[in-house]
């Protein structure tokens, strides 16, 4: 079997026309890119002696020698790609190429049809109709000229379609945004009568009601997109009234108007509010932020388009056809920046930013004139992450007049964090700040705990525990955290095929973990089609890491990437790793540290990192504690979001996050 263009583009993870311009020397194209795209031909087996040139084709000349598309619009991103893939898959059939555009005016429409009809180059039309009835179009159809539809059809008269899945798109887009927390989701729509509106609308509905969120009609809004002032008025209109944390665009056009209305109403995207297009174009990629965009499969819809009208001219007639499942060609998602998690709380509460819980003026000197105590119960104090809690809490109260009477660490030992909160209750603290050791274990303490005084937790519930309970609860954006550690092996991995991957998850009942875990391997089976889970383990403890990663890989020693929980139980896996000379298997974790940076850094099996901010939690701690204080626990959950961190921005980050130095990596002992 020939290779073909397409065969070298899918390889080379280009554009068929880039192909073309490459090996016919029809365009300019950078230097490293001709020479990756003549190895991979070189190495197909498609040479230059194959090529087809204007000079091998087999034209056809005079009488039906040219295929025609009618299109609405050639600015959409859609139709242009189309139309590029059209044109170099038609001239490689012998035909002519025609492109036809009607503005989505029915009139100008009609026109183009009857000139179709009556001229005899034209073998066959590819149509894209402007209504959504054949009513008006007796005399193309009575013509027998051999057609298809491209996305919309007709609802009264059975022809072929290729189109993209509208209802799994739509859904996809939205579960995408239900899945980061989003409950008060807009969507924005074109023309009602149209097939493919009706079916976008359907999915939205549907996948409201698969996860059990009430659909509001207010929150479906129709724009005439052939004005687009009025349209984006519209769109802020409902943003104003409405206040939806995320818009579902319906189409391209869509998607810009909605980005221009976000941004003249001074709100920011995704902070404010998220937001999914519909159409992924090069310009969704520029943008910022980059637009999580649903992308359509351009080329299989342009061979489908292509197969079928070939066997209609083949067949001298223009009978219906049956197709195939691919009649609705899927859609696939591309995840950018334009959402942003809305993380929920142990009772399904909505956290809040650590801006949206700031103290007063008057609250500050009510703090200050208080005499408050405050005493604190740390879950192990043997790493940066507790130490700039620690340093952040006391450095926010102290300039609160809020004293410190005790800090204590556990070293993860539950039974001494009873023992050790008994002790701190004898101090009768205005309030305590901890971090439990073990949600089962210490559940009983904390409870007595949280009837003597104000109670402040960082990360985990324990057991028993109701809101009531607890003044408030911090912690970083968790869904966030294991989104972007499993983001950081999907962008590794994206110009491979077939990833196998395993996961090295916490497994204890602590909230904290068992989110960010759930998350990350969501993620994974959502948004990474080309990465496969192979197996999935838990540590449960720190040191256990070390064997249960050992086993995994003898198991499974295709394993390409690991996902782990946190820093220091992939520590253990490195070592692991390391002893079976797997040095190539990568690490994505959690939490920025020496030891784990100091591989990154090198380059040696961590790839980067998701990291928590452990002195702006910190800070939001004691703000949360102040305001319990106060009698203020209106915020029961707040949220920070998390860092991202690889090689090239980890001096900054160290910066940022650690607040000080990047230390030198070198010649230091490690693992």
């Known amino acids: 079997m020939s290779v073909t263009l397409t065969d070298i583009a899918k390889?080379?993870?280009?554009s068929i026309a880039t192909v073309s311009n490459v090996l016919n020397k029809t365009k300019y194209v950078s230097p490293e890119l001709v020479k990756k795209i003549e190895d991979i031909a070189n190495e197909l087996g498609y040479t230059y002696n194959n090529i087809k040139t204007s000079y091998s084709i087999d034209y056809k000349v005079g009488k039906l020698s040219e295929i025609a598309i009618v299109i609405p619009n050639?600015?959409?991103p859609f139709f242009s790609e189309i139309v590029t893939s059209l044109s170099f898959?038609?001239?490689?059939?012998?035909?002519?190429?025609?492109?036809?555009v009607t503005n989505d005016n029915f009139i100008q429409e009609k026109r183009i049809l009857l000139e179709l009809i009556a001229n005899r180059k034209i073998a066959g039309v590819i149509l894209c109709p402007t209504l959504s009835s054949s009513k008006k179009y007796k005399k193309f159809i009575k013509s027998n000229k051999p057609?298809?539809?491209l996305e919309r059809t007709w609802n009264d008269f059975e022809i072929e379609t290729i189109s993209s899945d509208n209802e799994q798109g739509i859904s996809k887009g939205v579960e995408h945004l239900i899945k980061c927390g989003h409950e008060k989701i807009a969507l924005i729509l074109e023309d009602y009568s149209l097939n493919t509106t009706k079916e976008r609308k359907m999915g939205y509905l549907k996948i409201l009601d698969k996860y059990n969120i009430n659909s509001n009609e207010k929150l479906i809004l129709e724009v005439d997109i052939k004005n687009l002032e009025i349209s984006k008025e519209e769109i802020k209109k409902l943003i104003k009234t409405l206040a939806p944390t995320a818009i579902m665009a319906a189409s391209n056009s869509i998607s810009v108007l909605s980005l221009k209305a976000i941004k003249e109403m001074g709100l920011k995207c995704p902070k404010d509010i998220s937001v999914v297009g519909f159409g992924d174009g090069?310009?969704?990629?520029?943008?910022?932020?980059?637009l999580t965009a649903l992308k359509r499969d351009i080329e299989l819809i342009s061979k489908k388009l292509l197969e079928i009208l070939l066997?209609?001219?083949?067949?001298n007639h223009n009978e219906i056809i049956p197709l195939d499942n691919l009649k609705?060609?899927?859609m696939n998602l591309n995840l950018r920046d334009s959402t942003v998690n809305i993380a929920r709380g142990p009772f399904g509460e909505k956290v809040v930013y650590p801006e949206e819980n700031l103290l007063s003026i008057d609250e500050i000197e009510r703090i200050k004139n208080s005499n408050y105590t405050v005493a604190i119960s740390f879950h192990y104090m043997g790493n940066e992450w507790s130490r700039l809690h620690e340093k952040a809490i006391k450095e926010t109260l102290s300039n609160l007049n809020v004293r410190i009477l005790s800090s204590t660490d556990a070293n993860f030992d539950p039974n001494l964090q009873n023992t050790q909160l008994e002790g701190l209750l004898m101090q009768k603290p205005d309030a305590i700040i901890a971090v439990p050791t073990d949600e089962i274990l210490t559940a009983k303490e904390f409870k007595k705990v949280a009837k003597e005084t104000k109670l402040v937790l960082i990360n985990n519930i324990p057991n028993g525990l109701i809101k009531e309970d607890y003044a408030s609860w911090i912690s970083v954006?968790?869904?966030?955290?294991?989104?972007?550690?499993v983001k950081i092996l999907k962008d590794y991995f994206k110009k491979q095929s077939l990833v196998k991957i395993g996961l090295l998850i916490h497994g204890s009942p602590f909230f904290a973990t068992k989110q960010r875990d759930f998350f990350a391997e969501q993620t994974l089976i959502d948004n990474c089609s080309n990465i496969e889970i192979v197996a999935k383990e838990a540590f449960l403890k720190i040191d256990n890491a070390y064997n249960v990663c050992k086993k995994m890989i003898i198991e499974h020693p295709e394993i390409q990437g690991l996902y782990v929980s946190w820093d220091r139980p992939a520590l253990q896996a490195i070592k692991a790793l390391k002893e079976m000379g797997r040095e190539d298997v990568v690490i994505s974790t959690t939490d920025l540290d020496y030891e784990i940076a100091s591989f990154l850094n090198n380059e040696e099996i961590v790839i980067g990192l998701s990291s928590q901010r452990p002195y702006e939690q910190g800070v939001a701690v004691a703000i949360a504690t102040a305001k319990a204080l106060l009698g203020d626990t209106i915020n029961k959950c707040i949220g920070v979001p998390p860092y991202i961190v690889t090689k090239d921005n980890m001096e900054l980050a160290w910066k940022e996050l650690l607040k000080s130095k990047m230390p030198s990596f070198q010649n230091k002992e490690r693992i």
């Open 311 to 315: 066997i209609k001219l083949n067949n």
């Open 477 to 485: 954006n968790e869904r966030e955290n294991g989104q972007i550690a």
């Open 74 to 76: 050639i600015n959409s």
């Open 89 to 100: 898959l038609i001239e490689e059939k012998g035909y002519l190429f025609s492109v036809y």
């Open 147 to 149: 057609s298809v539809c």
């Open 11 to 14: 390889k080379a993870n280009v």
């Open 328 to 330: 609705k060609i899927p």
């Open 282 to 290: 090069i310009w969704a990629e520029l943008i910022s932020p980059p």
